[in-house]
């Protein structure tokens, strides 16, 4: 459902990203993995069409993203900075829904539901600022959920909260996804992250980037953060992934 | 420390009234006639004698001049905050413009709009605009760009977009400026009805010096300070209260 073909962006003279390719398909749930400054970020900002690539294309079910598609939502990693501080719980997350042709029963369903969903009912008429981070970024998932996107693109979404609260966060999100049968693109730079939660893990190379290699994930569902973490087959993949970031890193710093 | 100093703020002004009143009691120099003289004659011009022909015309200067400005600043401040290139183009204006000494435009004033009330109005209103304007500008620049990202990817355009997230943005800064501008409006008010006036508090204090009307001057003079005192309380208030999420937001992220 997102092709990214041969999808380059240079700043000036710098590469970010080289050329890229990859599809995801319909609910699939693929995470992005890569050393830091890999352009994972710039990577995102095209993915979503809030930056236009230099060559290359993103499709949407064979469509070019030239600009944000309805279609799409996007968590970001700074939680406390793309919410609204002026805004309750209950209005961040019903401000996307404004421009729906929705009406008033419908709309607060949606948001009751999303904020339900990500455990948070009853906080609706709280302000971010009163809410932990973890709480914080539940919001933001809950804004996700409540605009209905047949793909959710999330940029590190839980580089910024402790491992606890990050754990539970994967869960979540792991949970949502079956409730909302979305299609998630999970872009992060931990590795156990990546294998824990994906059905496909694409590790790109450092910068210029490229795509390194596309592994697929066959660990069970429901997933659970001891038995998965506990399996062969997790270790075997996490190290494989950890390697191919490794040598990369090291060839670079050479 | 926390309990005295609500004490402290109220003690502080009585103890130097009390210093004041000591000090002047029985003055008999011409230019400081003791407190008490001033407090009587205060009294009998205040309260509320010339409050109709004096205070309600300066306070509604100050309001329609302060309103109008603010208006205009945040109108003209929204394009300008949004588009580099209108922001470019306008910059010397805006700069030039607000060099000039505001009390240098009275006379200009004086010869174009004439001695009313629109003249007062509108040097208010010019002076004011600026701190404002600027304010308005750099809090919608200064946006958070995951901010404006957000809305982006989220549809959020238009009419929504403004009111609801931008114009909530830069609010802290906007009240900011809107803070300077109100000392300025008080300023000016007085400033205007000295020169060219037949009521008004500044109006009232020239004409009781040029009278020797000495009592009445400094009564005058007391007055605009607890104009402006009242004004600040009332401004405070209100920021408060819409930025009552600012506040909160500060200090949850300091802790």
Request: proline letters at 6%.
């Given at each position: 459902?997102?092709?990214?073909?041969?999808?380059?962006?240079?700043?000036?003279?710098?590469?970010?990203?080289?050329?890229?390719?990859?599809?995801?398909?319909?609910?699939?749930?693929?995470?992005?993995?890569?050393?830091?400054?890999?352009?994972?970020?710039?990577?995102?900002?095209?993915?979503?069409?809030?930056?236009?690539?230099?060559?290359?294309?993103?499709?949407?079910?064979?469509?070019?993203?030239?600009?944000?598609?309805?279609?799409?939502?996007?968590?970001?990693?700074?939680?406390?900075?793309?919410?609204?501080?002026?805004?309750?719980?209950?209005?961040?997350?019903?401000?996307?829904?404004r421009h729906k042709k929705l009406d008033k029963a419908e709309r607060s369903r949606?948001?009751?539901?999303?904020?339900?969903?990500?455990?948070?009912?009853?906080?609706?008429?709280?302000?971010?600022?009163?809410?932990?981070?973890?709480?914080?970024?539940?919001?933001?998932?809950?804004?996700?959920?409540?605009?209905?996107?047949?793909?959710?693109?999330?940029?590190?979404?839980?580089?910024?909260?402790?491992?606890?609260?990050?754990?539970?966060?994967?869960?979540?999100?792991?949970?949502?996804?079956?409730?909302?049968?979305?299609?998630?693109?999970?872009?992060?730079?931990?590795?156990?992250?990546?294998?824990?939660?994906?059905?496909?893990?694409?590790?790109?190379?450092?910068?210029?980037?490229?795509?390194?290699?596309?592994?697929?994930?066959?660990?069970?569902?429901?997933?659970?953060?001891?038995?998965?973490?506990?399996?062969?087959?997790?270790?075997?993949?996490?190290?494989?992934?950890?390697?191919?970031?490794?040598?990369?890193?090291?060839?670079?710093?050479? | 420390?926390?309990?005295?100093?609500?004490?402290?703020?109220?003690?502080?002004?009585?103890?130097?009234?009390?210093?004041?009143?000591?000090?002047?009691?029985?003055?008999?120099?011409?230019?400081?006639?003791?407190?008490?003289?001033?407090?009587?004659?205060?009294?009998?011009?205040?309260?509320?004698?010339?409050?109709?022909?004096?205070?309600?015309?300066?306070?509604?200067?100050?309001?329609?001049?302060?309103?109008?400005?603010?208006?205009?600043?945040?109108?003209?401040?929204?394009?300008?905050?949004?588009?580099?290139?209108?922001?470019?183009?306008?910059?010397?204006?805006?700069?030039?413009?607000?060099?000039?000494?505001?009390?240098?435009?009275?006379?200009?004033?004086?010869?174009?709009?004439?001695?009313?009330?629109?003249?007062?109005?509108?040097?208010?209103?010019?002076?004011?605009?600026?701190?404002?304007?600027?304010?308005?500008?750099?809090?919608?620049?200064?946006?958070?760009?995951?901010?404006?990202?957000?809305?982006?990817?989220?549809?959020?355009?238009?009419?929504?977009?403004?009111?609801?997230?931008?114009?909530?943005?830069?609010?802290?800064?906007?009240?900011?400026?809107?803070?300077?501008?109100?000392?300025?409006?008080?300023?000016?008010?007085?400033?205007?009805?000295?020169?060219?006036?037949?009521?008004?508090?500044?109006?009232?204090?020239?004409?009781?010096?040029?009278?020797?009307?000495?009592?009445?001057?400094?009564?005058?003079?007391?007055?605009?300070?607890?104009?402006?005192?009242?004004?600040?309380?009332?401004?405070?208030?209100?920021?408060?209260?819409?930025?009552?999420?600012?506040?909160?937001?500060?200090?949850?992220?300091?802790?």
């Amino acid at each position: 459902m997102l092709e990214i073909r041969h999808l380059a962006k240079s700043y000036g003279d710098t590469h970010a990203i080289g050329d890229l390719n990859f599809t995801i398909g319909e609910r699939e749930f693929v995470c992005v993995v890569g050393p830091s400054g890999c352009g994972k970020t710039t990577l995102l900002k095209c993915m979503s069409g809030l930056l236009a690539p230099s060559s290359g294309e993103v499709r949407l079910n064979d469509r070019p993203v030239t600009r944000p598609p309805e279609e799409m939502a996007l968590v970001f990693q700074e939680y406390n900075r793309s919410l609204m501080p002026w805004m309750s719980v209950r209005n961040n997350v019903t401000l996307p829904l404004r421009h729906k042709k929705l009406d008033k029963a419908e709309r607060s369903r949606l948001v009751e539901d999303a904020v339900e969903a990500v455990g948070l009912a009853g906080n609706l008429d709280r302000y971010p600022w009163q809410l932990s981070g973890g709480m914080q970024q539940r919001v933001a998932i809950a804004r996700a959920l409540a605009y209905q996107p047949e793909i959710l693109l999330m940029d590190e979404p839980f580089a910024s909260v402790d491992a606890q609260t990050r754990a539970d966060l994967e869960d979540l999100i792991l949970e949502v996804r079956e409730r909302y049968d979305v299609t998630i693109v999970f872009v992060t730079h931990d590795i156990d992250e990546s294998v824990y939660l994906s059905d496909r893990i694409v590790v790109l190379s450092p910068s210029p980037t490229s795509v390194k290699e596309i592994l697929d994930v066959e660990l069970p569902r429901p997933r659970d953060q001891v038995e998965t973490k506990e399996l062969g087959e997790f270790a075997r993949l996490r190290a494989h992934v950890y390697r191919l970031i490794k040598r990369e890193t090291a060839r670079v710093a050479q | 420390m926390r309990r005295v100093a609500p004490v402290l703020e109220v003690l502080v002004p009585i103890a130097l009234l009390g210093l004041w009143a000591v000090w002047s009691a029985g003055s008999d120099t011409f230019y400081y006639p003791p407190l008490t003289d001033i407090l009587e004659t205060f009294n009998e011009t205040w309260l509320f004698e010339r409050v109709g022909s004096d205070v309600v015309p300066s306070l509604l200067r100050l309001g329609a001049g302060y309103a109008i400005a603010v208006a205009a600043a945040v109108l003209v401040g929204i394009p300008l905050g949004l588009s580099r290139t209108a922001r470019r183009a306008a910059s010397p204006i805006v700069e030039f413009l607000r060099a000039i000494p505001p009390p240098a435009l009275l006379p200009l004033a004086i010869v174009v709009i004439g001695v009313g009330n629109s003249m007062k109005i509108a040097i208010i209103a010019f002076v004011c605009l600026w701190p404002v304007l600027l304010n308005t500008i750099d809090g919608i620049t200064g946006m958070d760009p995951t901010l404006n990202d957000t809305t982006r990817v989220y549809g959020v355009r238009g009419l929504t977009r403004l009111r609801l997230v931008i114009l909530p943005a830069a609010a802290p800064q906007i009240f900011a400026g809107m803070r300077t501008s109100l000392s300025l409006a008080v300023i000016l008010m007085v400033i205007s009805e000295m020169v060219a006036s037949t009521n008004g508090i500044g109006f009232f204090v020239l004409q009781s010096q040029r009278s020797f009307a000495i009592p009445e001057m400094w009564s005058g003079i007391l007055l605009l300070g607890i104009l402006g005192y009242v004004l600040n309380v009332l401004f405070t208030l209100i920021e408060r209260r819409v930025l009552a999420w600012h506040r909160g937001a500060r200090a949850s992220a300091l802790s």
